[in-house]
């Protein structure tokens, strides 16, 4: 039963938050409740809806015709949904890491395909760019990733050939306590054997296949150690490279909530005025970000950045040929 009110509820937050227009209640009883009688349904919608509300989900009340008042229409408004910036600790981060990873390839994810897919197949208009706001983006497509995040649950010592640019691969070995983001990439962070000190690792820069080695179990993680500030301390500086974005009109929250400007009603690549450009911080790094929205964002500038997505959109490419 808990499940299937998650369900349900997050069914309703999708179908609200993707609506360009207000929505009939009936319309929603169609789609959302299809089985359930006059007294349940309304029992069921109110409750939901307060449910949402708990939340902190700002449910739009409206008119569906603004020169007759009829029955009254709800929707979300991405622009008042969205969250304010979130920092997290180092625990937290590793945590929404993990926690990101099963959203994208488990029951959240079978739920939310489902929900636009009865919406789609219902003939309802949708905004597929406002589930910027529902589910997280925080890639983890690193192969070491799993490794290094498994290993410090378990603390047993990775080892690992790394190459940093210009080098040969080195073989290394650490003590993992935690696998973290930060500036844009992850980092595995622990104690390095071979230098006797704590150290942080890109997984990115991780060559070839990582080993789990020797017994769980093996080192004591420090006490109220802070992986997020060890990294912070160790890692290199962020960068500080603004980038320029095209983003479509209704899409990309998610960059708009941090933009440092948005000018509107810009012409895209597309020929229309349906776009505006947005200037954030970010410049290479943000390259998963911007491949997460697909068509809903151009990079302008850098050069670095869109080469960068053109080379992740040439490989998505080249494995659907391959399939």
């Known amino acids: 039963m808990a499940v299937e009110k998650s369900e349900r509820l997050l069914n309703l937050l999708i179908m609200l938050l ?21 007294e349940a349904f309304e029992r069921m919608f109110e409750r939901d809806k307060d449910d949402l509300r708990s939340l902190g989900v700002p449910i739009e009340v409206g008119q569906l015709d603004a020169y007759f008042d009829d029955e009254p ?25 993990l926690a ?12 939310t395909t489902g929900a636009v897919r009865k919406l789609t197949a219902a003939g309802v208009p949708v905004d597929a760019g406002a589930l910027d706001l529902v589910g997280p983006r925080l890639g983890a ?3 070491a990733f799993d490794v290094f995040w498994e290993a410090a649950r378990d603390r047993q ?40 000190e704590e150290r942080v690792f890109r997984l990115s820069r991780v060559h070839g296949k990582a080993r789990r080695v020797g017994q769980p179990g093996g080192y004591e993680i420090p006490p109220g150690v802070d992986i997020r500030a060890v990294a912070r301390r160790l890692a290199p500086a962020p960068s500080v490279e603004s980038a320029t974005l095209l983003l479509r009109q209704g899409a990309g ?11 509107t009603d810009v012409v ?41 997505v053109v080379a992740g959109l040439t490989a998505v490419a080249r494995q659907g040929e391959a399939s």
């Open 157 to 196: 010592v990775v080892e690992f050939e790394y190459q940093r640019p210009g080098q040969e691969p080195t073989t290394r070995r650490l003590e993992p306590w935690g696998v973290v983001r930060y500036s844009g990439r992850w980092y595995a962070v622990g104690h390095d054997q071979d230098r006797g």
């Open 73 to 97: 229409g709800y929707r979300i408004r991405p622009d008042e949904a969205q969250l304010p910036q979130i920092e997290l600790t180092g625990d937290e981060a590793q945590v929404v890491g």
């Open 18 to 38: 993707m609506q360009r227009r207000y929505i009939a209640k009936e319309r929603v009883r169609e789609l959302l409740y299809p089985d359930s009688t006059d």
């Open 268 to 308: 895209g690549p597309d020929g229309t005025d349906a776009w505006d450009r947005v200037h954030v911080r970010g410049g290479a790094d943000l390259t998963g970000e911007v491949l997460a929205h697909a068509v809903d964002v151009y990079v302008e500038a850098p050069a670095s950045l869109r080469e960068s």
């Open 100 to 111: 990101t990873k099963v959203w994208e390839h488990a029951r959240l994810a079978e739920a």
């Open 141 to 143: 497509d690193e192969p």
């Open 253 to 263: 929250y998610a960059f708009r909530r941090s933009a440092e400007t948005v000018e």
